[in-house]
């Protein structure tokens, strides 16, 4: 007989279910942003070495490496509001919504999946940065990095699953999230330091979530940044992502 689940249990089951059937999604999700490290960062340090811009005897890998898990959080928060729209899309969403859970619930139980892919993937990373590339982690800080994975890949999860619940066409769901995606890590800190680029490109840099969210995964991995600014950046994400998962819950309710 099969056990019986509650329903943040039942939803995490059947996200785990449909992940563990799609090696696309789980190469996604857990080893991609790893390549990206591997690949450009080796790449890019061996050009750049440790550059004055990254900061006091920092080198590019371990400035890229709060870079990496951030690209880790908008990964999987974009791979979920994928089956997400393709749950409403083929009519299974509107069947889950008359089962007896509420819909925070359901939402809950998607991001409470979400979560715990982030911090697997996370954990990866950062063991193969310090085993591969020699990064020294700050250790002490650590649960400062955990809770900017976990709170970094909730609130991206609500951030799309707006869009997902919102947006009725495939092809202008696909366009606003390639080309969100694309934008909020190239105009952030996730790649280079900001203080050298132009001043628009700078300013609205620091105005991105991916920016404050990076920023703080930088001070919690090797101890980079002013604590001050870290704390107010923290603070806006936490904002952002309240702000995103009340949205989210009320484009849920508006659902059928």
Same mark, same amino acid.
């Given at each position: 007989m099969p056990v019986r689940y509650g329903p943040l249990a039942a939803v995490f089951y059947r996200e785990s279910k449909i992940r563990a059937t799609n090696t696309t999604f789980l190469f996604f999700d857990l080893f991609y942003p790893l390549l990206y490290l591997l690949v450009f960062g080796i790449?890019?340090? &061996?050009?750049?070495? #440790? !550059?004055?811009? *990254?900061?006091? +005897?920092?080198?590019y890998n371990s400035f890229f490496l709060a870079g990496v898990l951030g690209m880790a959080?908008?990964?999987?928060?974009?791979?979920?509001?994928w089956s997400f729209f393709l749950d409403r899309d083929n009519?299974?969403?509107?069947?889950?919504?008359?089962?007896?859970?509420?819909?925070?619930?359901?939402?809950?139980?998607?991001?409470?999946?979400?979560?715990?892919?982030?911090?697997?993937?996370? &954990?990866?990373?950062? #063991? !193969?940065?310090? *085993?591969?590339? +020699?990064?020294?982690?700050?250790w002490s800080l650590l649960p400062i990095l955990a809770i900017a994975v976990i709170a970094g890949t909730a609130g991206w999860f609500f951030f799309?699953?707006?869009?997902?619940?919102?947006?009725?066409?495939?092809?202008?769901?696909?366009?606003?999230?390639?080309a969100s995606y694309f934008v909020l890590m190239f105009v952030s800190s996730m790649?280079?330091?900001l203080a050298p680029l132009p001043r628009w490109l700078r300013l609205t840099a620091r105005a991105n979530p991916v920016t404050w969210q990076v920023d703080v995964l930088r001070y919690g991995s090797i101890g980079l940044g002013t604590p001050s600014r870290l704390a107010l950046e923290a603070l806006a994400f936490v904002i952002f992502a309240l702000a995103c998962f009340a949205l989210a819950v009320r484009s849920l309710r508006d659902q059928g």
């Open positions: 790449g890019v340090n &061996a050009a750049l070495g #440790a !550059a004055p811009a *990254l900061g006091k +005897g920092v080198d959080s908008l990964g999987v928060a974009v791979n979920s509001s009519g299974i969403f509107l069947e889950m919504l008359t089962y007896p859970m509420r819909r925070s619930e359901y939402l809950l139980g998607k991001v409470l999946f979400n979560v715990c892919v982030a911090v697997l993937q996370a &954990a990866i990373t950062v #063991a !193969a940065g310090c *085993l591969l590339l +020699g990064i020294h982690l700050r799309y699953a707006i869009f997902a619940l919102r947006i009725r066409r495939n092809d202008a769901f696909n366009s606003l999230v390639n790649f280079y330091p």
